[in-house]
């Protein structure tokens, strides 16, 4: 997904020195959209050194939602 600015922006962070200018037009991406099976989430919390507490999904098991838990 690609977001379109409506009017020049311009982003600062507290945390980091600079700005992000966005000029009026111009797209950002924003979001990949996946495909995967609960073996495969569950894989990829496991590599990234988390549990998987909950998976929340739609009655079609189109969309879902993850709630990993860093392990201990």
Do not use: C, P, Q
């Not at 992000?20 to 979001?31: D, R, S, V």
């Not at 495969?40 to 838990?69: C, M, P, Q, R």
């Amino acid at each position: 997904m690609h977001l379109k600015a409506r009017k020049d922006i311009v982003i600062t962070f507290n945390s980091a020195a600079g700005k992000i200018y966005i000029k009026k037009g111009e797209t950002i991406h924003t979001e990949n959209s996946h495909k995967f099976n609960y073996d495969n989430i569950k894989s990829i919390g496991y590599w990234a050194g988390l549990d998987t507490e909950k998976i929340f999904t739609d009655n079609n098991k189109w969309f879902s939602l993850v709630h990993y838990k860093k392990n201990k």
